[in-house]
């Protein structure tokens, strides 16, 4: 149970959003009055929290928001998405709090344990978080995605165990104080805020050393982006990559790798836990939404999956495991996210395709950036058909009209990327009679 003293009615803006929604569950189910705004419908969220009875409003309209609220509570991106709005919030003189914010508050006095890094970090939440609930250690779980076990991004416990996947993009994760840290990987990414690796390397020090002695932090110690970083901690390391695995649902080297991470972090959270418990639970672990997601068959009987791919490392290594799957033809349809990230990582983009037989590049999901006026999907495509992989610029419609067209029983129809061009896959998909 969290109590935050003198507050009792909280309105979160952007509700809809994948980590705030979980917090809006969490702060329900803890006795909080709450409400949300959110720009547009997004019912893999807004569902779960309008069927605990909280009112939701569509736009951004201060009217939204009682007089009496106690607290607002914002996701960070509303604060270039609808700045007036923001502005006419605090104007009122509500008291304001951003979401990586308030997480860090849920979260104090709890056995917090944060799981950050470049990449993985979902699913190793998610795992670990089944892993601790199945051996009935009651955790409570922020994901940043629909767990199917849960069927839901919040799992709520009753024991001081507080799983919650953390955010280095503008430090954010630097809210939270854990007592065990999990780092699956480092990489540069998130270029319209980090300078370079070091600066992303920086941060991540700072997270390392808010781990008490008494803690731990579990990582790949091998790893050359982070080996440098581990040397006079308080806390001690443990190394995930020794650990064996189960095989797993989910395919990939980079999922057992994540499962690895999860093997660790259940152990050191859990110092009991049987190992049969943990390799039971991994081996059941079904995934989450967007996450290698099976969608079902096009018309042709071709598969569909859908994941939130967005880095060259992880296109690269999502492509591995759709190779795994079958040897038919790979056709992808990437939906770049930030004009910053297409654009300093257009290089490793053009090299990451590698293994599929096509390559649709969506148009750049701008997210919170203005188009440079020179990074674009049709560039990207041109680019990566000099490295041999047949790729060229389409729209939504055009996407799924070519793969209906060109795919056949036995191929893998993917959509990648951390925009909306999961609604593609949707669209493929022949629905069940």
């Known amino acids: 149970?969290?109590?935050?003293?003198?507050?009792?009615?909280?309105?979160?803006?952007?509700?809809?959003?994948?980590?705030?929604?979980?917090?809006?569950?969490?702060?329900?189910?803890?006795?909080?009055?709450?409400?949300?705004?959110?720009?547009?419908?997004?019912?893999?969220?807004l569902d779960r929290i309008r069927a605990l009875g909280v009112p939701i409003h569509i736009g951004a309209d201060i009217e939204n928001i009682d007089s009496d609220t106690d607290l607002v509570v914002y996701s960070a991106a509303w604060e270039t998405r609808a700045p007036e709005f923001m502005e006419a919030i605090a104007a009122r003189g509500i008291p304001m709090k951003s979401y990586f914010q308030m997480l860090g508050d849920v979260s104090l006095g709890k056995t917090t344990i944060a799981v950050a890094g470049t990449h993985g970090k979902t699913t190793t939440t998610a795992m670990l978080a089944r892993v601790l609930r199945d051996a009935e250690a009651s955790p409570t779980a922020i994901v940043g995605s629909v767990v199917r076990e849960f069927d839901s991004n919040y799992l709520a416990g009753t024991s001081d165990l507080f799983v919650v996947e953390s955010c280095e993009y503008r430090r954010h994760f630097l809210n939270l104080t854990p007592t065990i840290l999990v780092v699956t990987?480092?990489?540069?990414?998130?270029?319209?805020?980090?300078?370079?690796?070091?600066?992303?390397?920086?941060?991540?020090?700072?997270?390392?050393?808010?781990?008490?002695?008494?803690?731990?932090?579990?990582?790949?110690?091998?790893?050359?982006?982070?080996?440098?970083?581990?040397?006079?901690?308080?806390?001690?390391?443990?190394?995930?990559?020794?650990?064996?695995?189960?095989?797993?649902?989910?395919?990939?080297?980079?999922?057992?790798?994540?499962?690895?991470?999860?093997?660790?972090?259940?152990?050191?959270s859990l110092l009991h836990i049987s190992e049969e418990a943990i390799q039971e639970s991994l081996a059941a672990f079904e995934g989450t939404w967007r996450r290698f997601e099976y969608k079902g068959k096009t018309k042709s009987g071709a598969d569909v999956y859908d994941d939130y791919a967005h880095h060259p490392t992880a296109i690269q290594k999502?492509?591995?495991?759709?190779?795994?799957?079958?040897?038919?033809?790979?056709?992808?349809?990437?939906?770049?996210?930030?004009?910053?990230?297409?654009?300093?990582?257009?290089e490793q983009f053009t090299t990451a395709f590698e293994g599929a037989d096509k390559v649709l590049i969506a148009p750049i999901f701008a997210a919170r950036e203005p188009d440079d006026g020179v990074t674009s999907s049709e560039k990207l495509a041109e680019h990566i058909r000099k490295t041999g992989v047949h790729a060229e610029a389409a729209t939504f419609d055009e996407i799924e009209e070519i793969f209906n067209q060109e795919s056949e029983e036995g191929d893998i129809v993917m959509t990648m990327g951390a925009g909306d061009v999961y609604t593609v896959a949707d669209r493929l998909v022949v629905p069940h009679t």
Do not use: C, W
């Not at 003198?6 to 979160?12: A, C």
């Not at 803006?13 to 959110?38: M, P």
């Not at 995930?240 to 050191?268: D, H, K, Q, W």
């Open 1 to 45: 149970m969290t109590r935050i003293t003198g507050i009792q009615k909280i309105h979160l803006v952007g509700i809809g959003g994948i980590g705030i929604s979980a917090l809006a569950q969490l702060l329900h189910h803890d006795g909080y009055t709450i409400s949300g705004t959110n720009d547009s419908e997004s019912p893999e969220t």
């Open 185 to 268: 990987n480092i990489e540069f990414d998130h270029s319209d805020y980090f300078k370079d690796l070091a600066d992303v390397q920086a941060a991540f020090r700072s997270f390392m050393e808010k781990v008490p002695e008494e803690g731990a932090i579990v990582t790949n110690p091998n790893d050359p982006n982070i080996a440098p970083l581990l040397r006079g901690l308080a806390a001690p390391i443990i190394d995930y990559t020794r650990e064996e695995v189960p095989v797993l649902r989910m395919p990939g080297e980079f999922n057992r790798m994540n499962a690895r991470a999860a093997a660790a972090a259940a152990r050191a």
């Open 318 to 346: 999502t492509i591995l495991a759709a190779r795994e799957k079958n040897h038919g033809k790979l056709l992808i349809a990437f939906h770049p996210h930030t004009y910053s990230r297409t654009r300093d990582l257009f």
